[in-house]
């Protein structure tokens, strides 16, 4: 990342690429950061999917979250497991909704 580049990545994000104990990333600051802004960008663009889902189903938001973490792992998913919860944990953070029962750290 340069300097110029004014972006913040929550350490709850950082925590994705720290091994146990470790105080280097697995990846360069370029990749985590581009990780960082799909995360963010998508957690964002799900606000309207997971309102519009919580008043069609009649679902508590904890159903909802769930939902939407079944969607991003589902068998044709592009992204990890770790990351699709980051983003239904930073969603729950948008949604002003509680965190989901299965979040250790929060976004």
Not at 14 to 42: F, N, T, W
Not at 64 to 91: F, I, K, N, S, T
Request: net charge negative; charged share 20%.
């Amino acid at each position: 990342m340069s300097e110029g580049n004014q972006l913040f990545i929550p350490p709850t994000f950082l925590a994705l690429y720290l091994a146990p104990g470790a105080h280097k990333p697995s990846a360069s600051q370029a990749h985590i950061a581009q990780r960082y802004e799909l995360c963010e960008d998508l957690a964002q663009m799900l606000t309207g999917t997971a309102t519009e889902l919580q008043l069609r189903s009649d679902a508590d938001s904890a159903q909802v979250l769930q939902r939407c973490l079944d969607g991003l792992c589902g068998p044709d998913a592009v992204m990890e497991e770790d990351h699709a919860r980051w983003v239904v944990c930073r969603l729950a953070e948008l949604m002003q909704w509680p965190a989901p029962s299965w979040q250790t750290t929060g976004p």
